[in-house]
């Protein structure tokens, strides 16, 4: 089903107008002979006198009187296998390292389909991060969707890293693999990913798509959804437990921005296209868990905001879909706080079924909605103790601001490498919660408070 | 007469959900098309020259030019009749469970199932018999759907009216024969218990009537603050995270309707998947019997195609008149809202219409409008007489958390109730993080009077002073900011403390918490009285010298902070408490 044309009209930005074609595909794979050289690209908008392709590099050094365009009567497709982990490939799925791609077991569209919500099966298995601010109040359970809001140069990938390395499910060992996918980032950033895959033994677990600040802009449309292709055949048929890390999805959003200026389409908010939601729905909605099978996807999408505003449309729209979120903060990290998240805009939606007694512990939900309070009152009285002194707190508010300092100290704060167990953080947030005289402790049903709060079991 | 004739095209052009086709002048506006080999469902949305413009409800990868396109010469319509309650669709009412026995874990296009189980028997009862004259809206008979829900069989509402020739009473599928009418004309009728009707049409009824009962729905800040009533509307803006689809979830599991249908629309799968796995868990507190069996779920999610997110809250609200028809109380939840008003704006800049603002189409206000005003108590068709409602309750998600964005300022015009989600209260995990002071219900006279009548004779009162001392409460705070505690009076800071005793011992209400999730009224009245006593008394003893440390370290104030802990069969043990706090401050 292979069709060739010479009649490129026009060519703007990523498109290319082809006419005289008469029975493109919506979504059909293109070939773009430039002459010298093949590229690829993707038919966008099809009539019966035209098509419109985007392609997926710059077409830089294509001449419509020598251009061709060839359609090739089916979609952009990739090769599936197992053999796929510990591979590297860029941004549309072709091999980097090397080595010729495996044979396929099958072959499936990238764009995959759309889980039946009949079919999915709740998320409930808490994820030990080891780390406090995760685990202890915003915890990660395995089918979450949770990206990291950050702020560029705010440590969002060691924290990421950390996650990868320090992930466990306790009390079970099951197949896993990571899927990685750079959309965007420097040598050095995927360079250190790469590392610590090593380092933990994970690399020949792991499939690495690599799309660089320099490779082209519009191939970043395509690599999340290989890399989720990859990722739900290695769940959902191999049963692995998958983890993905989608970063920077600021850049896959820029591309998208890209093609929609080139199309002179209405723009949304910020020049971003408004069907972006749906886009991105299609890309975060492919995590989760499905009745019956034994694998899942887990996603940790990384962002920078821009200009750390989080009501700009790419966290904005991310937050809309994703099942949380995980905030960083410039000033903690200006206060040398590592990890500096910043736990009040922070959220994990799915903790409520993945906590609690025989998951981990029967006050995890109790206790963090008291820590989550009592930080929130305690920065509060922080800020009135700036402005108008010691002598306008109530002894009570001071209370909540030495809370907030320790808090800051020894709950969120912790090494790079320190994995901490469930127990622990919680403990630590216990020994926080003394500061305070027991009457400001509402959050938490009487019989909680007795076991845990008036005992001194956990102080030892 | 309608002509139903099915007409085929080919297709000219395809951009995203939108497919252009020729050769279909003989088809008319809103007409169901089936577009592509595999059938796709869409829907004439405007007709240009020899052109016909289609929405499409599934994704159109994969379409070329000169595929063909039938137009079935019928509108987008739901079917309706038993079988509907603990149901699953998507937004076009295709039954997900359907679709997954038939096709497994992922959704195919083209996919098609009936929306009602065409061989299950459902007993039929007649309630009319032979020589009766029966019209449109007529109950002849009913269905024991569910342990406690009667399924009222009706004369379709664009049935003709006539004479009962024949009634069976005996076990039935909704497709066969139940009832003979034999018209004015002389003609034969055959009623089914299967009806169809078009989403985008209201059915109809006899008059409209005000709404006066409130919807209890258990949520403390909502009925004694900011109450719904049934027939009402009402509207929950937020910034994501802020608790929308929970409160959502805390309405539908708790309002005291009969039936409720919900509406996924353009969010999260697994958020349908919670309630699909959660509700027939869940006892209806009212009847005692699972949640689900009371619900309808409609299911499109964020990754679903968009159009057919745009149909999704029609098919919503398309059952709910349905089950309203009958006589029963329906609330219809639709989750977002936006999600429905972006879906549009897609559409409308495919099709190149002059964007108005943010781009959003010039009539969102007036088709959001006209959805909210399907809401209402109503008079409805047929005999007997019976009175039914629908309460329409919307999420709004605004971008960045701006309430002046277009969608939450049309919905403000036309919904009665706004309670207004703040991301700061979220992140304190104030919840439902509904903002006291921003928030309203044009309700709260006609829902004060019924609750001095059914609950008791001060509790209007008590609301009002509730309110005023959080109005005040925000005002002292603001001199506090300035200049700090000291420079309140005594009686001012016992009013801080109460505030803060209403928020935290009151307002705030946990959805995870097995007690804590649904306050009966009777309860939400003797916990607000409780504060608003402690109040009283302190005030009062305050003037007489009492020292203020004493009177703000009071042992009762922790049983005030345990109330909500109290378990609905215990409540007496909240009438104990006024006689805690008059000993606690017996005068020495
Ligand atoms: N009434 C409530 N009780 C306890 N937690 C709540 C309540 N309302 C919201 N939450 C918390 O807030 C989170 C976000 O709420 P959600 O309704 O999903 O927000 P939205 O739909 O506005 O994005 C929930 O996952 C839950 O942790
Ligand atoms: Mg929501």
């Known amino acids: 089903m292979y069709r060739e044309f010479k009649s490129i009209r026009d060519i703007v930005g990523p498109l290319i107008f082809v006419e005289g074609v008469s029975d493109a595909r919506l979504g059909e794979l293109v070939e773009i002979d430039y002459g010298h050289k093949v590229g690829l690209g993707t038919v966008l908008e099809t009539s019966s006198e035209y098509a419109l392709v985007q392609s997926f590099e710059s077409p830089q050094g294509l001449s419509p009187k020598v251009g061709k365009v060839r359609f090739r009567g089916k979609n952009l497709k990739i090769e599936l296998s197992e053999e796929l982990l510990g591979r590297a490939l860029n941004g549309l799925g072709q091999p980097i390292d090397g080595a010729p791609l495996p044979p396929g077991e099958e072959e499936r569209d990238i764009n995959g389909g759309v889980i039946n919500p009949f079919s999915r099966d709740y998320p409930t298995d808490f994820i030990q991060t080891g780390i406090s601010a995760i685990d202890g109040l915003n915890p990660l359970v395995r089918g979450q969707k949770l990206p990291i809001f950050s702020g560029s140069g705010l440590p969002h990938q060691r924290i990421a890293a950390q996650i990868a390395r320090q992930a466990t499910v306790r009390g079970v060992q099951e197949p896993f693999a990571v899927v990685f996918a750079a959309m965007g980032i420097t040598f050095e950033e995927a360079s250190f990913f790469i590392n610590v895959f090593e380092e933990t033994g994970a690399l020949s677990r792991a499939v690495l798509l690599i799309n660089l600040a320099n490779d082209p802009p519009i191939e970043r449309i395509m690599t999340p959804r290989i890399a989720l292709t990859i990722a739900e055949f290695l769940a959902f048929e191999k049963d692995m437990h998958v983890l993905v890390i989608l970063t920077d999805m600021t850049y896959y959003c820029e591309a998208l921005r890209e093609v929609s200026a080139a199309r002179r389409e209405v723009p949304g908010r910020r020049g971003y296209p408004g069907y972006m939601y749906t886009d991105l729905a299609t890309i975060y909605e492919r995590a989760g868990r499905i009745k019956g099978k034994k694998g899942s996807i887990t996603q940790i999408p990384i962002l920078t905001m821009p200009e750390d505003d989080k009501t700009h449309p790419i966290p904005d729209l991310t937050g809309y879909i994703t099942e949380g979120q995980i905030v960083l903060s410039r000033e903690l990290h200006r206060k040398g706080i590592y990890p500096p998240i910043d736990i009040l805009p922070s959220l994990s939606r799915l903790k409520e079924k993945g906590i609690g007694e025989g998951k981990t512990r029967k006050d995890h939900s109790p206790l963090s909605n008291q820590l989550f309070s009592a930080y929130a009152r305690g920065i509060e009285a922080r800020e009135l103790l700036v402005v108008l002194g010691e002598a306008a707190l109530t002894d009570v508010d001071k209370a909540y601001v030495k809370f907030a300092e320790e808090f800051e100290k020894s709950f969120i704060s912790q090494g790079e490498y320190e994995s901490r167990s469930i127990e622990q953080t919680l403990d630590i947030g216990w020994n926080l919660l003394r500061i305070l005289p027991e009457s400001e402790i509402k959050r938490i049903p009487p019989d909680i408070l007795n076991e845990f709060f008036n005992s001194d079991k956990s102080e030892n | 007469m309608r002509s139903n004739e099915v007409v085929v095209g080919s297709i000219k052009r395809v951009s995203g959900p939108l497919v252009v086709a020729e050769g279909l002048s003989g088809a008319k506006m809103f007409d169901l098309v089936k577009v592509g080999d595999e059938g796709l469902v869409g829907e004439i949305i405007e007709m240009r020259s020899e052109l016909a413009f289609?929405?499409?409800?599934?994704?159109?990868d994969g379409l070329k030019p000169g595929d063909k396109v039938v137009s079935t010469g019928k509108p987008l319509s739901v079917e309706l009749g038993p079988g509907?309650?603990?149901?699953?669709?998507?937004?076009?009412?295709?039954?997900?469970?359907?679709?997954?026995?038939?096709?497994?874990?992922?959704?195919?296009?083209?996919?098609?199932?009936?929306?009602?189980?065409?061989?299950?028997?459902?007993?039929?009862?007649?309630?009319v018999k032979p020589g009766d004259e029966v019209e449109p809206g007529d109950i002849i008979g009913e269905v024991q759907e569910t342990i406690n829900f009667v399924h009222r069989i009706m004369i379709p509402p664009n049935a003709p009216s006539g004479v009962v020739e024949e009634i069976y009473e005996g076990g039935f599928s909704v497709e066969e024969t139940i009832c003979v009418i034999r018209t004015k004309g002389g003609e034969k009728f055959e009623v089914k218990m299967l009806q169809e009707w078009p989403v985008r049409i209201p059915r109809p009824f006899k008059s409209k009537l005000m709404p006066s009962e409130p919807l209890v729905c258990g949520q403390r800040?909502?009925?004694?603050?900011?109450?719904?009533?049934?027939?009402?509307?009402?509207?929950?803006?937020?910034?994501?995270?802020?608790?929308?689809?929970?409160?959502?979830?805390?309405?539908?599991?708790?309002?005291?309707?009969?039936?409720?249908?919900?509406?996924?629309?353009?969010?999260?799968?697994?958020?349908?998947?919670d309630v699909l796995l959660e509700f027939p868990t869940l006892e209806d507190p009212y009847t005692g019997r699972p949640l689900m069996e009371r619900t309808v779920l409609i299911a499109n999610t964020s990754n679903m195609p968009v159009a057919a997110r745009e149909a999704s809250i029609y098919t919503g609200i398309a059952i709910a008149e349905y089950f309203r028809d009958m006589g029963y109380d329906v609330t219809l939840q639709a989750d977002s809202t936006s999600r429905w008003a972006e879906a549009l704006r897609e559409i409308s800049g495919r099709l190149e219409e002059m964007p108005g603002e943010e781009g959003y189409p010039a009539y969102l206000t007036s088709r959001l409008a006209a959805f909210y005003?399907?809401?209402?108590?109503?008079?409805?068709?047929?005999?007997?007489?019976?009175?039914?409602?629908?309460?329409?309750?919307?999420?709004?998600?605004?971008?960045?958390?701006?309430?002046?964005?277009?969608?939450?300022?049309?919905?403000?015009?036309?919904?009665?109730?706004?309670?207004?989600?703040?991301d700061r209260l979220a992140y304190e995990r104030h919840f439902p993080a509904i903002n006291w002071l921003n928030s309203y219900s044009l309700y709260l006279n006609r829902v004060a009077s019924y609750y001095d009548r059914e609950v008791a004779s001060d509790f209007s009162e008590l609301i009002k002073e509730g309110m005023s001392i959080l109005q005040k409460e925000d005002e002292l705070k603001e001199i506090v900011r300035l200049v700090g505690i000291e420079a309140l009076s005594g009686e001012e800071r016992i009013l801080l403390e109460t505030a803060r005793s209403i928020r935290e011992d009151f307002l705030q209400q946990n959805a995870f918490h097995s007690v804590d999730s649904f306050t009966s009224l009777k309860k939400q009245y003797l916990m607000l009285k409780n504060i608003i006593s402690f109040y009283r008394y302190a005030v009062e003893e305050f003037r007489h010298g009492l020292d203020l440390e004493t009177i703000l370290n009071s042992p009762v104030r922790v049983e005030i902070s345990r109330m909500k802990f109290v378990p609905e069969s215990e409540i007496e043990t909240l009438e104990k408490i006024e006689e805690s706090i008059r000993s606690n401050f017996k005068r020495k």
């Open chain 2, 221 to 273: 800040v909502i009925d004694t603050f900011f109450p719904l009533v049934k027939g009402g509307t009402a509207c929950i803006p937020g910034p994501f995270g802020s608790g929308k689809t929970v409160t959502q979830h805390q309405l539908a599991k708790w309002s005291n309707s009969d039936i409720v249908v919900f509406v996924g629309c353009g969010e999260r799968g697994n958020e349908m998947t």
């Open chain 2, 54 to 60: 289609i929405q499409v409800y599934e994704t159109t």
């Open chain 2, 373 to 422: 005003e399907r809401a209402g108590v109503v008079q409805c068709l047929g005999k007997p007489e019976r009175k039914g409602s629908i309460t329409a309750i919307g999420s709004v998600s605004p971008p960045g958390g701006d309430l002046s964005e277009p969608v939450v300022q049309a919905t403000l015009r036309v919904v009665k109730v706004f309670w207004a989600l703040e």
């Open chain 2, 84 to 127: 509907l309650l603990g149901t699953i669709y998507d937004g076009v009412e295709r039954p997900l469970k359907s679709l997954e026995e038939k096709w497994g874990h992922f959704i195919i296009r083209g996919a098609e199932a009936p929306a009602l189980d065409r061989k299950k028997k459902w007993h039929f009862m007649p309630k």
